[in-house]
């Protein structure tokens, strides 16, 4: 089991940034990859970025343009998120996962946070 726990979400300006982490516990936060998802009001979640075990390889959406940056650190069990040049339809809740493998699929990650509320302002 793993017990994973967002932080770092809030209110900001368009264009601005925010650094979301996702702290783990539990079983060998090492053995996981980890992805972020996002979902916005009456939408589906979709998929931001992941990065495998070892954070050597990661993965993002399209819509992220070079503006995000996934990275972790092992030592102290967390993924971050960093989240520059944003835009109001960056506004959504964010959510932390835990998987074996980097996919881009929800169904392919066994543990998730409880998500962290991002607002961006126009």
């Known amino acids: 089991q793993v017990h994973l726990v967002e932080s770092g979400g809030g209110l900001v300006q368009a264009g601005g940034s925010l650094r979301l982490s996702c702290a783990a516990s539990g079983r060998t936060f090492s053995s996981y990859a980890m992805g972020w998802f996002r979902q916005a009001p009456g939408k589906e979640r979709e998929f931001v970025a992941a990065i495998n075990r070892s954070g050597n390889y990661t993965h993002y959406a399209s819509f992220v343009e070079g503006r995000f940056t996934i990275s972790r650190d092992n030592a102290k069990n967390t993924v971050y998120l960093q989240m520059n040049s944003m835009k109001p339809e960056d506004t959504a809740v964010y959510y932390c996962?835990?998987?074996?493998?980097?996919?881009?699929?929800?169904?392919?990650?066994?543990?998730w946070g409880q998500g962290t509320q991002v607002t961006v302002s126009s």
């Open positions: 996962a835990a998987g074996l493998i980097v996919v881009v699929a929800g169904r392919g990650y066994d543990y």
